[in-house]
């Protein structure tokens, strides 16, 4: 069983950044691919990146391409969501979840495991 726990959230103004972490205990990540997804208030949770478990595939969904960026280092069991250029939309509470293959997937119901998730509010 993997533990996963998300920090880095917090209020920041459009245009600004912020770095999510996810620290996983319990088992290595390398054996994970893993992902970040987010919930806005009201929304549907969706999609927002993944990696593999090696960190040589990405994908990352089309609203967030160019500005948020995945990455992961297995050394540190580790992974990293970097978000730059924020806009309000953005606002949500993101969570990391790992799957238990290598290979991504970007559907919610594949990742088996979460964490607790950490709130971003971007302000107009």
């Known amino acids: 069983q993997v533990q996963l726990v998300e920090s880095g959230g917090g209020l920041v103004q459009a245009g600004g950044s912020l770095r999510l972490s996810c620290a996983a205990s319990g088992r290595t990540l390398r054996s994970y691919a893993m992902g970040w997804f987010r919930q806005a208030p009201e929304k549907e949770r969706e999609f927002v990146a993944a990696?593999?478990?090696?960190?040589?595939?990405?994908a990352h969904a089309d609203s967030v391409k160019g500005r948020f960026t995945i990455y992961r280092d297995n050394a540190k069991n580790t992974v990293y969501l970097q978000m730059n250029s924020l806009k309000p939309e953005d606002t949500a509470d993101y969570y990391c979840?790992?799957?238990?293959?290598?290979?991504?997937?970007?559907?919610?119901?594949?990742?088996?495991?979460w964490g607790q998730g950490t709130q971003v509010t971007v302000s107009s």
């Open positions: 979840a790992a799957r238990s293959t290598t290979t991504i997937s970007m559907i919610q119901r594949e990742y088996a495991h």
């Open positions: 990696i593999s478990g090696s960190g040589g595939i990405r």
